[in-house]
């Protein structure tokens, strides 16, 4: 041992990041399987690089959950699947939609929604439970700097891209029969990219007033690269299919064909 290091203790001379200490605790070698908040617990399945972070938040998007289990046996990168399988989790006597955990704001709307006949001790003890937790779950799930965070949803009839339209920045519709399968992203640089899949894209990069409390929000106000692939329910060779031209083409990836 050096002079200089025998005078330090053995914990100063481990560096641990801010974003380490949030997200794994005290130990930074200590690795958890599991983060959760409230009734949203999430699996981490780690493989390789730490580079790119996939989410998996609701738990009744079935076929979203089996692309994403399937895509990390062969590829890099660290991903979270809420563990639940309905679409809302959890919370003291109530349920809260977890994509909209990410905000006081958001989290507030949608426990009053879901929860109409909470009393405002409830809600107070709910929201504060919220606040508590969330920085640590949004240390964990967003990447590292120049990462990439993708979320992989599934809809249905209700829900397509010519919702997003309105409210997005820059749109390419290559696909315009097919509005279901769609890239959401936050970054010029991946939407340049995307717009020449063979996909639909939009690209929602401004800041945005309201707050729902959905991640992308989050990411779109922390600057984080961030990308929600959309299908419908149960179409799982086409998510597969979008999920591997995304990892291919956008900046960072590691670039595995199979
Ligand atoms: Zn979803």
């Known amino acids: 041992m050096s002079r200089a290091a025998a005078g330090r203790s053995p914990l100063t001379a481990v560096s641990v990041s801010r974003r380490q200490l949030l997200a794994f605790g005290w130990f930074p070698f200590f690795r958890p399987k599991h983060i959760s908040l409230a009734g949203a617990r999430f699996r981490i399945v780690r493989n390789g690089s730490p580079k790119r972070h996939y989410l998996l938040i609701h738990g009744d998007e079935e076929t979203a959950r089996q692309v994403l289990t399937r895509f990390m046996e062969t590829h890099e990168g660290t991903a979270f699947l809420i563990e639940t399988h309905t679409r809302n989790v959890g919370i003291d006597k109530g349920e809260i939609d977890p994509n909209r955990m990410f905000s006081r704001a958001g989290a507030e709307a949608s426990l009053k929604m879901l929860n109409a006949e909470w009393t405002a001790q409830q809600m107070q003890i709910a929201l504060t439970l919220l606040d508590r937790g969330r920085e640590r779950l949004v240390s964990a799930l967003l990447p590292p ?39 959401l992203c936050t970054d010029p640089g991946d939407f340049a990219m995307l717009a020449k899949s063979p996909y639909n894209v939009v690209l929602q990069q401004k800041k945005p007033e309201g707050d729902d409390g959905s991640l992308s929000r989050l990411a779109a ?38």
């Not at 929600?228 to 956008?250: I, K, S, T």
């Open 145 to 183: 700097r120049k990462g990439l965070l993708v979320a992989l949803h599934n809809n249905s009839e209700e829900y397509s891209v010519n919702d997003e339209i309105p409210i997005s920045d820059s749109v390419s519709l290559r696909e315009p029969a097919n509005p279901h399968a769609f890239f």
């Open 221 to 258: 106000h922390r600057g984080v690269r961030y990308v929600n692939l959309e299908v419908r329910q149960g179409n799982a060779d086409r998510q597969l299919e979008m999920l591997r031209w995304l990892d291919w083409n956008l900046p960072g990836g590691t670039g595995v064909r199979e």
